[in-house]
């Protein structure tokens, strides 16, 4: 096989990866979204802080450290502990749940039956206070996430992979970083347990009636803001996941609430309304670009991938305004 | 009791059309005019200038232009930071290309070519809606934004990719570069305003607005009707894009005078114009306003009380100030969900009833 | 700081009175743009402890300079150049002497406000390259390195280790794509004409979480060096990435502003070896240390959280506050006032020279390169520093003397570029000496 061509695949294998990290953060869009019928701004936020609260309570930081330092005039920093990382996890987890109650408490449950674009508007408000929150309470500097997943090459893949190319050639065997293909793991894992609790499960099947139909859900007795609070915590969940991986890749830092650029295009191509909408949506999205930054980037320059994730989704959307997978938009008058 | 519309007679069609038909209305807005223009002006200084009064008018602009598109024909769009990067371009190009040409007719004439770009952008959204549409003007965002990164011929092939404006004058005075004096540019941009926001007014209030309020309402209704929708939201887009241009010019040449495209007119500029509509209140003149003063003033007047007021850290004043900007924006849409601008008509209501409750 | 309790009552007083700032007393007054909060926050905070500190360090060991007590004027940017706008024209009326904006944006904002205001800028190792021609901008200043020196001394660098021959290497510029991120590409074109080797340009576009493409292109290509321009979250993925495809990270040279702890540390032990650029020197063995450790650390006025003490941003920041100090000295020397304005400010810094002496007499002995600044020449000759991480140790260390750009390119590119401005703002030079 000749480079390029063996070249090619790499760039797709890894186009499909990217796509998977970009998947995680949709995925979280999509579940409130479905819900509520609320575009979550905040989500991108949500990984910070859950990144944040995981590093901080592995490594016994005290929270609101540098104010109540400020204030008080003392000098406390940390509680000197390291905890597990799977337990840490689950203390983030139970922070998140609370993050979930509290977001249905103080805002969804006045903002009841208002226009989506209101509702939008009121996931920023929650962006801006969590982003002020969030730095308050840990701090603006760089952490270091460390939960045990491997990163960087796959030597086994470079070894098997390196005799491919023709004799003489300048093939060094195809690259793939472990991290993205443990990535790909959690989003498996993590979408199929998504579609087996909302199969299985009394209280997704409560989710499932809720995203069809508000009023007719209400009507056979699901409580919507017990729904809320849950949908809230699982994209709560869904934003930790996320956060670990990328974080992972960059470190925790306000730029990690970024990544939520990343999963737009995703999710118009995929539909806002569907869980394996917004895996494929990210696996064309990483293919596309990729290949695309591959093919016709040295040409025009590079650095092409930010716009033409949007680009290849507005083709798309052209033929299907509804995206890939989302509902079918019926009109009446 | 302090406001009534009781009393005040038309007796012609023009009395009864025009802009202001209170008297009450009228005779604020000129007191404001008035202060706007002849008293303001006088006390102004650079600090008021360039941190608040400056950044205010021309934010102001850009979100009526929004206002325009959004509020008043429901099509959403997060492109405005790459639109307000093509008036800030254009203006570039043509203040280095025509020396000689007056500052206003360099500005109109980017508005124009903004108008032209926000035509081409405007065609998915015949097919595409909601939220859908949004994410769709975030294509021409990041790609003008690349394209005036990446083109040098945009940035006259200077070394460093960045634009700057040079000095231009108007009527003998100048407007623009670090010379200027601040009464001169705030007069200027003070004009521009006024104007664009009297067209808006009249724009929304005659056939062309309602056929767009018809389109926001329900396309497929009004398509019934006879709007045509083709014409109706490019127009939209048309004019809305000229507005953003303006702002988008002003904002380079007479507001910063310098400006680098990727940081100045990134998304966050698109978001935050959005903010300020959907804060001020969509589908009204007066909620733009009210918004580009909510999301100018507030962060200013937040950081000189924590700071200069009570002499906390910068850091925690900033992540404070997040957080309370985060806060309000949240109580004003539970308190309020239509925006500053329903605030302002709940009170007259109250004013036109005080003290009776009935 | 502790006024927190006692002061909400006065947020009720407030109101628009606040909208004003404070009337001016008669000190140095130092603003600092500094950005402690969004995306860059972890590179701001240390460089703003550092100047912070250094001021204070002054005032309390020495009580103030000539007698002046300093004082630093903080305010928040965000890295953000609207809120520049703002923090600039609510400091300048309290009298402030010299501005450090600290983004690229923000200078060139800056650059001609500040001018017509008479106030000088210290733009170090960043801003605008051709500000380094005095007779153009005759109020900044960019010693003792910018970003065509800090292109050059990498190249430099490359040829010290290939014996002054890369006929025919490759090289790679992995750059933020933004007006900073494309500075050395002209330098590095001509460089390549120069020398010989191959110039490979690779854009990464903001904010940089993403680089598998351009890694993965590097891993087909094999450059025998990358040379990279980064900034925020593109570092530390970066060098993240360049570990995982086993780039030799000896070979992987960054700019200043991408040689932090910060950057190399999310990587861990694969980050050992990274090179980055530097115009100052690394580590806490400075006796300036210990007396800011006495008079300001133990002393409970640090700025920030006190934590950043001797990290390499903090000391740039450190340097910052030092080579400020030093020019107002000479200011006052020249003009034989203590209370100085921004113009004579301007003059103590266009005169300023940097010996060895002066720095010894500061506790810092060779922190930095010595150097002269001349009316024609505000960027000073330009020395630089290669710095190399070392991961068990934690630490970064100096492998190279401060050393000279090749300032024949250099000079013709600041020209060409600072006539170009002078042309399109009808800018007349002025005459010097």
Same mark, same amino acid.
């Given at each position: ?138 701090? #603006? ?6 939960? %045990?997943?491997?990163? $960087?090459?796959?030597?086994? !893949?470079?070894?098997? +992979? @390196? =005799? ?109 309304? #569907? ?6 949506? %990210?696996?064309?999205? $990483?293919?596309?670009?990729? !290949?695309?930054?591959? +093919? @016709? =980037? ?36 | ?358 | ?433």
């Amino acid at each position: 096989m000749s480079p390029q061509f063996l070249y090619t695949i790499e760039v797709m294998l890894n186009g499909l990866m990217a796509g998977v990290m970009y998947s995680l953060v949709a995925l979280g869009f999509v579940l409130i979204f479905k819900a509520s019928g609320i575009f979550n701004y905040a989500q991108g936020v949500m990984a910070l802080f859950a990144a944040m609260t995981l590093v901080g309570i592995q490594n016994g930081q005290v929270p609101f450290a540098h104010l109540v330092n400020a204030v008080f005039g003392t000098n406390i920093h940390g509680f000197g502990w390291n905890l597990p990382a799977l337990f840490a996890i689950i203390l983030t987890l139970g922070v998140m749940i609370l993050f979930a109650i509290l977001v249905e408490r103080l805002i969804l449950k006045h903002l009841v039956n208002q226009e989506p674009i209101i509702l939008f508007m009121a996931t920023i408000g929650l962006a801006f206070f969590m982003e002020g929150f969030g730095d308050l309470m840990w701090g #603006s500097d760089i952490k270091v996430l460390d939960v %045990g997943i491997p990163s $960087g090459g796959s030597l086994w !893949l470079e070894d098997k +992979t @390196i =005799g491919w190319a023709a004799e003489g050639s300048n093939y060094y065997g195809m690259y793939i970083d472990k991290l993205d293909i443990v990535a790909t793991l959690v989003a498996l894992l993590l979408v199929i347990t998504l579609t087996l609790f909302s199969q299985y499960t009394k209280t997704g099947r409560a989710l499932r009636a809720v995203a069809d139909d508000h009023q007719a859900a209400l009507s056979v007795g699901i409580s919507l803001r017990r729904i809320w609070v849950i949908v809230w915590a699982i994209s709560g969940f869904v934003a930790l996941v996320a956060g670990i991986m990328w974080g992972a890749k960059s470190g925790v830092q306000f730029s990690l609430s970024l990544i939520a650029l990343k999963a737009l295009p995703v999710l118009i191509l995929g539909g806002f309304t #569907s869980i394996p909408g917004a895996i494929i949506g %990210g696996l064309i999205i $990483g293919v596309g670009e990729k !290949l695309f930054e591959f +093919t @016709i =980037g040295p040409l025009i320059g590079g650095a092409t991938e930010n716009w033409f994730a949007y680009v290849l989704a507005l083709l798309f959307l052209v033929f299907r305004p509804q995206g890939l997978f989302g509902e079918k938009i019926i009109e009446r008058v | 009791m302090f406001y009534r519309q009781a009393g005040d007679f038309k007796t012609t069609y023009r009395g009864d059309i025009q802009t202001f038909p209170l008297r009450q209305d009228r005779i604020a807005y000129y007191l404001m005019l008035a202060f706007a223009f002849l008293v303001v002006p006088f006390v102004i200084n650079d600090y008021w200038a360039s941190a608040v009064l400056i950044p205010f008018l021309i934010l102001a602009i850009a979100s009526l232009g929004l206002n325009i598109l959004t509020g008043y024909c429901g099509l959403v769009s997060l492109g405005t930071g790459g639109f307000m990067a093509v008036g800030a371009y254009a203006c570039y190009k043509l203040m280095t290309a025509f020396p000689d040409l007056n500052m206003m007719i360099v500005v109109l004439l980017a508005g124009f070519i903004t108008a032209a770009v926000g035509l081409l952008f405007g065609i998915p959204s015949l097919r595409i809606k909601g939220f859908y549409l949004a994410v769709a003007t975030l294509a021409a965002q990041f790609f003008l934004v690349w394209l005036f990164n990446k083109v040098p011929w945009f940035y006259n092939y200077s070394a460093s990719g960045q634009i700057n404006a040079p000095e231009r004058t108007m009527l003998g005075f100048e407007v623009t570069g670090a010379n200027a004096e601040p009464a001169v540019s705030y007069l200027f941009c003070l004009t521009i305003l006024t104007v664009l926001a009297l067209i808006a007014r009249n724009l929304t209030r005659g056939r062309i607005g309602r056929s767009w309020m018809a389109i926001r309402d329900m396309d497929i209704a009004a398509e019934i009707i006879g709007v045509n929708p083709l014409k109706t939201k490019l127009s939209a887009f048309a004019v809305s894009s000229f507005y953003i241009g303006v702002a988008g010019a002003l904002f380079f040449s007479v507001y910063l005078g310098a400006v680098e495209v990727g940081e100045v007119f990134g998304i966050n500029q698109s978001f935050l114009i959005l903010f300020m509509i959907i804060i001020g209140g969509l589908g009204s003149i007066f909620g733009s306003f009210a918004g580009a003063a909510f999301m100018v003033l507030m962060p200013v007047l937040l950081k000189n009380i924590m700071v200069g007021g009570l002499g906390w850290p910068t850091d925690i004043a900033a992540h404070i100030e997040f957080m309370v900007v985060g806060g309000l924006i949240v109580i004003f849409l539970i308190v309020e969900p239509h925006g500053l601008a329903q605030l302002w008509r709940v009170a007259k209501e109250k004013l036109l009833l005080w003290p009776f409750p009935h | 700081m502790k006024k927190l309790k006692a002061t909400l009552l006065a947020i009720a007083v407030g109101g628009a009175g606040v909208l004003m700032s404070a009337p001016a007393t008669a000190d140095l007054v130092f603003p600092s743009l500094s950005y402690r909060t969004g995306p860059y926050a972890v590179n701001g905070i240390p460089y703003a402890d550092g100047y912070a500190d250094y001021m204070t360090l002054v005032n309390e060991r020495d009580g103030g300079v000539g007698g002046v007590k300093a004082r630093i004027l903080e305010c928040e940017t965000g890295y953000n150049t609207q809120k520049g706008v703002e923090c600039y024209e609510s400091t300048k009326g309290e009298g402030a002497l010299v501005y450090h904006p600290l983004s690229t944006g923000i200078t060139y904002q800056l650059i001609p406000k500040a001018t017509a205001d008479g106030i000088p800028i210290h733009s170090m190792g960043y801003g605008r390259t051709s500000a380094a021609n005095g007779t153009v901008f005759s109020h900044i200043f960019n010693y003792p390195a910018n970003y065509w020196n800090g292109a050059s001394h990498a190249v430099n660098h490359i040829l010290s280790e290939n014996d002054g021959d890369i006929k025919g290497k490759k090289i790679a510029l992995v750059y933020h794509n933004s007006a900073y991120g494309k500075e050395p590409i002209r330098t590095l074109e001509e460089l390549s004409a120069k020398h010989g080797y191959d110039l490979t340009l690779i854009p990464v576009d903001h904010p940089g979480q993403e680089q598998k493409s351009q890694w993965l292109q590097i891993r087909r290509e094999r450059p025998d060096y990358v040379v990279m321009w980064g900034w925020g979250v593109m570092n530390q993925v970066a060098i993240q990435e360049a570990a995982n495809i086993r780039f030799p990270m000896e070979n992987f040279i960054g700019v200043w502003w991408s040689g932090s702890e910060n950057d190399v540390i999310p990587a861990g032990a694969k980050a050992n070896g990274y090179k980055a650029l530097t115009f100052h020197q690394v580590g806490t063995e400075y006796a300036v240390f210990e007396d800011l450790k006495k008079y300001v650390v133990d002393a409970g006025k640090a700025a920030g959280n006190g934590d950043q003490v001797g990290t390499v941003l903090y000391n740039r920041g450190l340097y910052a506050g030092f080579l400020t100090v030093e020019a107002v000295k000479k200011a006052q020397e020249i003009h034989g006032t203590a209370d100085i304005t921004s113009e004579m400010m301007r003059d103590g810094m266009e005169a300023l020279e940097i010996t060895s002496d002066i720095m010894a007499s500061a506790g810092m002995s060779a922190f930095g390169p010595e150097f002269n600044v001349s009316c024609d020449n505000h960027g000073g000759p330009g020395l630089g520093a290669v710095q190399q991480w070392d991961a068990n140790a934690g630490t970064w260390k100096l492998i190279s003397e401060f050393e000279p750009s090749d300032m024949d390119v250099i000079s013709a590119l600041i020209t060409e570029d600072s006539d170009a401005f002078a042309g399109e703002n009808n800018i007349e030079a002025r005459k010097c000496g």
